[in-house]
């Protein structure tokens, strides 16, 4: 009699632990929480978190709690195709990220396939969400759009300069330079020098020389802030004097740390600073007060969130097919980077890029600063 008893006390201890696992809605957050670029990791990481904290203080999602489980990619495709296997093992059911999109490109497949709905806050390869696949969409916008802006913008301004096209070879930085080039060329502006390196090149002097003698005078560059501030400082050095112009990829303060003052006028695109959204005044006064500060992607990241929690209230579920099915016909969605609406391909329908400028501040440091 007292070891049935046990058993029935176990069996009902087990019985509510189950039922708390159930009561846990699974939100996989991958990107580089580690390597080179582990800044836009942390911008995706705090963004989620911060979310998921905010949504769980107001009762969560349908009256399920939103656990935050992380996934270190590293911003290598093969990391990611392991961290997307290994959010299947977990029960994820939704996923923030990935960064990168080469990325998020091999990730998206397997997402697919388990039943995961995708919500890149950052990835802007248009084949991202060009394959047709149910579960992919972002909360930023695309390549095309954003080259097409840069592309106009080098064509309206250096009509007859000599200008340089580089890229990192991975299929965000060479299909935004590649974007870009398309533009200009269509406005009637043939690039001089047109080159790729590769990501983790330290050492640029052989392209460097090979812009200088072309006569080089406007730099468009395709890629991450890591070479990007490498090739800047390094042309400062040799003395290349040239308009540096590149895009969302180099949106991190820590560009600065690596180009130093070659970074002042650095003409960068990216969408209008959501930190001066005024509905976002108390979230980024938040996250300061913690002592983090949600610029680039932060709130990318926070809104991705709120995307699947405004969804699957609509749905009254969380099944992710549902939630997808949810997120393109319930819109729009109030977010914290402002009213988001998305099309069939999981696209946003207000995608808009404006130009910054990296200048010195008050304080000594340079930032970007969207010009006027």
Avoid at 88 to 103: Q, T
Avoid at 222 to 241: C, M
């Amino acid at each position: 009699m007292k070891k049935s008893l046990l058993s029935a006390v176990a069996v009902a201890a087990m019985v509510a632990f189950s039922g708390t696992a159930w009561a846990e809605i699974l939100i996989g957050v991958g990107g580089p929480i580690t390597g080179p670029n582990a800044a836009f990791g942390a911008q995706l990481q705090k963004g989620a978190e911060q979310a998921a904290a905010d949504l769980n203080a107001a009762g969560g999602i349908n009256g399920e709690q939103v656990r935050i489980v992380l996934g270190d990619d590293v911003s290598d495709p093969k990391q990611g195709v392991s961290v997307a296997n290994k959010f299947v093992a977990d029960g994820v059911k939704f996923v923030v990220g990935h960064f990168n999109s080469g990325v998020s490109i091999p990730a998206s497949e397997i997402y697919a396939e388990n039943g995961i709905l995708q919500v890149s806050p950052a990835s802007t390869n248009p084949t991202y969400t060009e394959r047709g696949l149910w579960n992919t969409f972002r909360t930023c916008g695309r390549d095309d759009q954003q080259g097409g802006v840069a592309g106009a913008f080098i064509a309206a301004n250096y009509k007859d300069a000599k200008v340089a096209v580089l890229h990192d070879k991975t299929p965000y930085g060479q299909g935004l330079a590649d974007e870009t080039k398309k533009a200009m060329n269509e406005a009637g502006v043939t690039e001089a020098v047109y080159e790729g390196v590769n990501v983790g090149d330290k050492d640029f002097s052989a392209l460097i020389a090979k812009m200088k003698e072309a006569g080089v005078s406007v730099v468009y560059w395709g890629g991450l802030h890591t070479e990007f501030g490498l090739i800047e400082r390094q042309s400062a050095d040799q003395g290349l004097k040239a308009q540096f112009i590149s895009g969302d990829g180099i949106v991190s303060n820590e560009l600065a740390s690596i180009a130093g003052d070659a970074v002042d006028g650095t003409l960068m695109t990216f969408a209008p600073d959501p930190r001066k959204n005024e509905a976002a005044k108390e979230l980024v006064e938040k996250f300061r007060a913690a002592g983090f500060e949600p610029e680039a992607y932060t709130l990318y990241a926070y809104a991705a969130v709120q995307v699947i929690a405004e969804a699957a209230k609509a749905v009254g579920g969380t099944d992710p097919q549902a939630v997808a099915e949810a997120i393109k016909s319930k819109g729009p969605f109030q977010t914290a980077i402002g009213e988001l609406g998305f099309d069939e391909k999981g696209d946003i329908t207000r995608p808009d890029y404006v130009l910054y400028t990296w200048k010195k501040g008050e304080d000594g440091k340079y930032t970007y600063v969207e010009n006027e």
